[in-house]
């Protein structure tokens, strides 16, 4: 299986950027992994554009998940569980969709299998990216009963 991640912009601050290698890296013992920046829109674009850009990037066969404010908040070790429903369903990629600073097009939102919320709480994009990767990092050490969950 393989994870691939989609997000608009570049994670710019340092700090984030290195604990999203560090999670991707940690990832890359247990599943294949692949991010994709797709471009801010301009201010007169909006969130549509932004869009197109994001669909062109996905593979059609990908299990889409969708990062969102208005998806259902689930724990660690029901992410642990999803997982391995994904893997037991055969999916080959698991792409995962985080959004720009305006949301997300409804075109985005209707190729997504999954909408996840990672909290009630209101992140910036690029803590989003660094909470979504050490979640799916100790959902893997939980399958594996590694003792970093604890």
């Known amino acids: ?52 850009r994001i669909l062109e990037k996905l593979n059609q066969s990908s299990f889409v998940c969708l990062l969102d404010v208005t998806g259902r908040g689930i724990s660690s070790p029901q992410l642990a569980t999803e997982i391995e429903k994904w893997q037991n369903a055969g999916h080959k990629e698991i792409t995962f969709v985080i959004g720009g600073p305006d949301g997300i097009s409804s075109e985005v939102a209707e190729s997504a299998s999954l909408v996840l919320s990672l909290s009630f ?30």
Do not use: C
């Open 121 to 150: 709480l209101t992140f910036t994009h690029e803590m989003a990216r660094v909470v979504m990767l050490e979640q799916l990092y100790r959902a893997y050490t939980i399958i594996r009963g590694f003792p970093y969950q604890k």
């Open 1 to 52: 299986m393989k994870f691939k991640f989609i997000w608009v912009g570049k994670t710019k601050n340092k700090n984030y950027a290195a604990l999203q290698d560090e999670y991707l890296q940690r990832l890359s013992h247990f599943v294949k992994t692949e991010t994709v920046e797709v471009r801010d829109s301009a201010p007169h674009e909006g969130k549509e554009i932004e869009g197109k």
